[in-house]
Nanobody, 126 residues
Framework: HVQLVESGGGSVQAGGSLRLSCVASSDIYSRYCLGWFRQAPGKERDWVSYISVEDKAKYVDSVKGRFTISFTRDNAKKTLYLQMDSLQPEDTALYYC???????????????????WGQGTQVTVS
């Protein structure tokens, strides 16, 4: 079983930055796809970014050049990050990290393709 806990959300002005963190439990499967999704009020949960099992990062067009996903694999702690720069009001949403154990380096951008989810962290840009 994998547990994911996000943090780092908050309120910022347009043009500001935030870094989201997602700490994974120690028993996380050794090979996995990790992703970030976001959900604005009254809207669907949308894919933002993922890192594949081959450590390749992909982004939705609206955040390319502004957001950076990364992952650290320290033995004691495994953490997924999302550095968000040049934030805009349309980035306001509840942000979720997600994990899918896999050996297949294919594209994953749909919610149903990820099994494990964090509780979400709110990002508000004004």
């Amino acid at each position: 079983h994998v547990q994911l806990v996000e943090s780092g959300g908050g309120s910022v002005q347009a043009g500001g930055s935030l870094r989201l963190s997602c700490v994974a439990s120690s028993d996380i499967y050794s090979r996995y796809c990790l992703g970030w999704f976001r959900q604005a009020p009254g809207k669907e949960r949308d894919w933002v970014s993922y890192i594949s099992v081959e450590d390749k990062a992909k982004y939705v067009d609206s955040v390319k050049g502004r957001f950076t996903i990364s992952f650290t694999r320290d033995n004691a702690k495994k953490t997924l990050y999302l550095q968000m720069d040049s934030l805009q009001p349309e980035d306001t949403a509840l942000y979720y990290c997600a994990s899918q154990p896999t050996d297949v380096p294919r594209r994953r951008t749909a919610s149903y393709e990820f099994t494990y989810w964090g509780q979400g962290t709110q990002v508000t840009v004004s």
